[in-house]
T-cell receptor, first 113, second 117 residues
């Protein structure tokens, strides 16, 4: 059964720092991977999708990469801002689990002004 | 502005009552998912549909939960009878899947927060 681990579970940093969130899968056979952001009491907002033929995606200050051989993904946030405070979740579709997006528990990020 | 719409946003009910949650996926999306989120379990997949056909509902307690897609613009999740342990936030998500594996980029609704007393 595919399991997803996100490290760290919580992170608090001062504004302006660059930071990295990590995500790993027990089964490295990932078809594609998506990073989401969730604000308290809200739904999930899609940030980046890395499709099967890709290794990374960038959107503004965000960059996500996927190493399929190791089943690891990182989300890099540059020049963090207080508005980046939220819970970040990664989710992957394992090749053997057609369309079943499997989620990690998330990293709760706090950016201090 | 295309978005997934869920109703109701909040529901408080008593144990034993029937609860129906509705979802309008993004127009043109062919894959719909139902997830449940709790503090203890995180996000759990309950069921998903492709082109309105149920592909997997193994995550649902079959004796009380049912999911349907009466048409391409409506997905429903019903709990009958409801129990306090069903209290959670229920999310609907939709995507445009290609082939047999990918659901494409998933877009989530704001969720239905259910409290069963």
């Amino acid at each position: 059964k595919q399991e997803v681990t996100q490290i760290p579970a919580a992170l608090s940093v001062p504004e302006g720092e660059n930071l990295v969130l990590n995500c790993s899968f027990t089964d490295s056979a990932i078809y594609n991977l998506q990073w989401f952001r969730q604000d308290p009491g809200k739904g999930l907002t899609s940030l980046l999708l890395i499709q099967s033929s890709q290794r990374e995606q960038t959107s503004g200050r965000l960059n996500a990469s996927l190493d399929k051989s190791s089943g690891r993904s990182t989300l890099y946030i540059a020049a963090s801002q207080p508005g980046d405070s939220a819970t970040y979740l990664c989710a992957g579709i394992p090749i053997q689990g057609a369309q079943k997006l499997v989620f990690g528990q998330g990293t709760r990020l706090t950016i201090n002004p | 502005d295309a978005r997934v719409t869920q109703t109701p946003r909040h529901k408080v009910t008593e144990m034993g009552q029937e609860v129906t949650m509705r979802c309008q996926p993004i127009l043109g999306h062919n894959t719909v998912f139902w997830y449940r989120q709790t503090m203890m379990q995180g996000l759990e997949l309950l069921a998903y549909f492709r082109n309105r056909a149920p592909l997997d509902d193994s995550g649902m307690p079959k004796d009380r939960f049912s999911a349907e897609m009466p048409d391409a613009t409506l997905a429903t999740l019903k709990i009958q009878p409801s129990e306090p342990r069903d209290s959670a936030v229920y999310f609907c998500a939709s995507g445009q899947g290609k082939g047999s594996v990918s659901a494409g980029e998933l877009f989530f609704g704001e969720g239905s927060r259910l409290t069963v007393l």
